[in-house]
């Protein structure tokens, strides 16, 4: 069941990043999540709306229409909406008919991403939209994009929390010759770490440290539902307690990690590198910003690759072995998190 491949294998009960904030204006944008054709635009007063993006009337997408200040009016009839998703504006009608509406998706900015609820509104608490607080936290510097990555959501997943292909893929001269932690099971979420004791560090950390003496270094990926992973890669001088979570003496940076499914064979990936040194310098963070977009490159090629090879092969399984012990979690965590909304059958 780890890998064949289904539709709508996502919680749907849940916040998902839908744009960064800097994506949200007073025009439309398109986008599909979670197999929902989404219309998203910034009202007058900066609140952002998120729409069905299907005219009630003849189904146009309405991100093929234009706003009126805050209305939006489809290219089509001249239906208009307000940011509620109701019809205000019904062409030769003295009114619009009360039942004219879309859907309107619950909607919140935070961390620099909009975030929308997929599931019931009613249920749309924002207290449990995802933490990355380090996009926009003063003790942070933080820079992202998007990527359209053509793969299943968890194929991405499964590549964020997994370590062992640092070597084959990004061809580091590193040889991570070692098994991480292993890995710590909560609630939501799944941590794995990777701990290096008294090693010399690479040359940026050398050069942001100012020193070439030995360190410890640190990788955590933490993964938590329904589809964030966090990254945190840190260094400390060798026994200032860096490995034990004293950050006092160290520098660290994560890549933070938002992918939202968009169909079953696509996903929107909103990335970002923060950190917590040098946070005046804006070329430091456009560096920073450039060097993930390029580490990322060699990961799509492979995971639109292996999404194909899983299109041609239906119903066969990936498989686990040793390093996916944090992978493995982290897809039973989303497999409960289905059994719960009850959309997938209780196993047997
Ligand atoms: S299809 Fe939208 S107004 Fe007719
Ligand atoms: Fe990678």
Same mark, same amino acid.
């Given at each position: ?5 289904? *539709? #709508?294998?996502?919680p $749907? ?7 960064? &904030?800097?994506?949200?204006? /007073?025009? =439309? ?22 729409l ?38 019904m ?19 935070? *961390? #620099?991403?909009?975030? $929308?609820?997929?599931?019931d509104?009613?249920?749309? &608490?924002?207290?449990?939209? /995802?933490? =990355? ?30 370590f ?9 001269d ?55 992973v ?10 200032a ?108």
């Amino acid at each position: 069941m780890t890998g064949s491949l289904q *539709h #709508r294998d996502y919680p $749907l009960e849940a916040w998902y990043a839908a744009a960064w &904030d800097v994506e949200a204006k /007073p025009e =439309l944008l398109a986008r599909t999540i979670c197999d929902t054709p989404i219309v998203l635009y910034r009202r007058s007063d900066d609140r952002v709306v998120a729409l069905h993006d299907e005219c009630w009337h003849r189904m146009l997408p309405l991100s093929m229409g234009t706003l009126v200040g805050d209305e939006l009016r489809c290219g089509y009839h001249g239906l208009r909406y307000d940011g509620f998703g109701q019809c205000v504006f019904m062409p030769w009608e003295d009114k619009p008919r009360p039942d004219a509406c879309v859907r309107s998706f619950p909607a919140v900015e935070r *961390h #620099r991403l909009i975030w $929308l609820w997929m599931g019931d509104p009613r249920k749309a &608490d924002p207290a449990l939209i /995802p933490d =990355l607080h380090w996009n926009d936290d003063p003790g942070w510097a933080a820079d992202g994009r998007v990527s359209r990555v053509g793969c299943n959501y968890k194929l991405l997943i499964d590549n964020l929390l997994d370590f062992s292909h640092e070597n084959v893929v990004h061809g580091s001269d590193e040889d991570i010759g070692f098994l991480p932690d292993p890995p710590i099971r909560e609630q939501r979420s799944v941590s794995v770490a990777l701990r290096q004791e008294n090693v010399e560090a690479p040359p940026f950390w050398q050069r942001e440290l100012g020193s070439t003496d030995n360190v410890d270094r640190w990788l955590i990926s933490r993964f938590v539902l329904p589809s964030i992973v966090t990254t945190e890669v840190g260094v400390a001088p060798t026994g200032a307690g860096g490995l034990t979570g004293n950050r006092n003496a160290s520098l660290s940076g994560f890549v933070l990690s938002a992918v939202t499914p968009e169909t079953a064979v696509s996903c929107n990936y909103f990335w970002s590198f923060s950190r917590d040194f040098r946070l005046r310098s804006q070329a430091l963070t456009s560096t920073l910003r450039e060097r993930v977009a390029s580490i990322f490159e060699p990961d799509q090629v492979v995971l639109e690759a292996q999404q194909c090879s899983m299109e041609r092969n239906p119903g066969r399984d990936l498989r686990n072995i040793n390093v996916d012990s944090a992978v493995r979690i982290a897809r039973e965590l989303i497999e409960e998190a289905l059994l719960e909304e009850g959309r997938l059958a209780q196993p047997r």
